[in-house]
């Protein structure tokens, strides 16, 4: 059973740099696949980024593409999402979501970022 845990959000000023973690009290993040979505007041949510448990495939939304960054770190039991060049639109909660063929997906509880002068 995986207990995902985010971390890293808050009130960042535009253009600013933050790093979202993601970790797990549980098993490890080694066999899942890792996304990070984000849901913005009155909006879906929407998929970021996401990594493969080989780490060998990501993708990103084309909103995030070349500003935000995903990487896992195996010894850690972390992924990460470097957030680069902040935009008030990049304002949400952050999901963290792990997902293996064998088990489903868990959620974690989320984060708030907030991009704002």
């Given amino acids: 059973q995986l207990q995902l845990v985010e971390s890293g959000g808050g009130l960042v000023q535009p253009g600013g740099y933050p790093r979202l973690s993601c970790t797990s009290s549980g ?3 080694d066999y899942y696949a890792i996304g990070w979505f984000r849901q913005a007041p009155g909006k879906e949510r929407e998929r970021v980024s996401c990594i493969a ?9 084309d ?3 070349g500003r935000f960054t995903i990487s896992r770190d195996k010894a850690k039991n972390a992924v ?7 935009k008030p639109e990049d304002t949400a ?7 293996s063929r064998a088990t489903g997906g868990y959620w974690g509880q989320g984060t708030q970022v907030t991009v704002s002068s």
């Fill in 63 to 65: 909103s995030v593409k």
């Fill in 80 to 86: 990460y999402l470097q957030m680069n060049s902040l």
């Fill in 93 to 99: 909660v952050y999901y963290c979501n792990a997902f």
């Fill in 53 to 61: 448990s080989s780490s060998d495939y990501t993708m990103y939304a």
């Fill in 27 to 29: 098993d490890t993040l």
